[in-house]
């Protein structure tokens, strides 16, 4: 079974900073399904990046996926407002079919 | 636009049952596999089942295996997941999404689900 953990848990930053959010698998997994989600309250999940580096449609260019292996990083150049929220990455493999990371809550400092 | 619009939670007693449905407009909904995601108070996401486009392969978490059932009516445009044997534990949110290409690129705004005696 593999494991996503996230890093850091809570990421505390200004709008204009940028933010470096990592997901480090348990083994080698395939870039192709690798996603990233933003999560703000009372919302559902949005998809941001899939196949570890593309983003979604309508999805910001300050928004990026990069990684591959074990290592995954989103990257968000400078942060707006609106970024603040929590995210999740998650693969897509065999047993369980699909895993999901414990997230990284990026507040504002 | 695609819309996806869940309904059936509530409270439910320890063992009891539910049906959750969600209903799809806006896309071909028979060409697309579907998946409910759950995720409890305060915590992360948890995938639940998945379903593919034609309803003849289903997958299930470890943690739900045996007592829920996904099901979808493509003529009706609607996704279905049957909860028996509920636990405090399978208290949630619980979302339905698109499934494709190993990711979840629509959800619903979810229906919740409470078992509590």
């Known amino acids: 079974e593999i494991v996503l953990t996230q890093s850091p848990g809570t990421l505390s930053l200004s709008p204009g900073e940028r933010a470096t959010l990592s997901c480090r698998a348990s083994?080698?997994?395939?870039?192709?399904?690798l996603a990233w989600y933003q999560q703000k309250p009372g919302q559902a999940p949005r998809l941001l990046i899939y196949g570890a580096s593309s983003r979604a449609t309508g999805i910001p260019d300050r928004f990026s996926g990069s990684g591959s292996g074990t290592d995954f990083t989103l990257t968000i150049s400078r942060l707006e407002p609106e970024d603040f929220a929590v995210y999740y990455c998650q693969h897509y493999g065999s047993s369980p079919l699909y895993t999901f990371g414990q997230g990284t809550k990026l507040e504002i400092k | 636009e695609v819309q996806l619009l869940e309904s059936g939670g509530g409270l439910e007693q320890p063992g009891g049952s539910l049906r959750l449905s969600c209903a799809a407009s806006g896309f071909t909904f028979s060409s697309y596999a579907m998946s409910w995601v759950r995720q409890a108070a305060g915590k992360g996401l948890e995938w639940v089942s998945r379903i593919s486009s034609s309803g003849g392969s289903t997958y299930y978490a470890d943690s739900v295996k045996g007592r829920f059932t996904i099901s979808r009516d493509n003529s009706k445009n609607t996704l279905y997941l049957q909860m028996n044997s509920l636990r405090a534990e399978d208290t949630a949110v619980y979302y339905c999404?698109?499934?494709?290409?190993?990711?979840?690129?629509?959800w619903g705004q979810g229906t919740v689900v409470t078992v509590s005696s």
């Open positions: 083994q080698s997994v395939s870039s192709s399904y």
């Open positions: 999404a698109t499934s494709d290409y190993g990711r979840f690129q629509d």
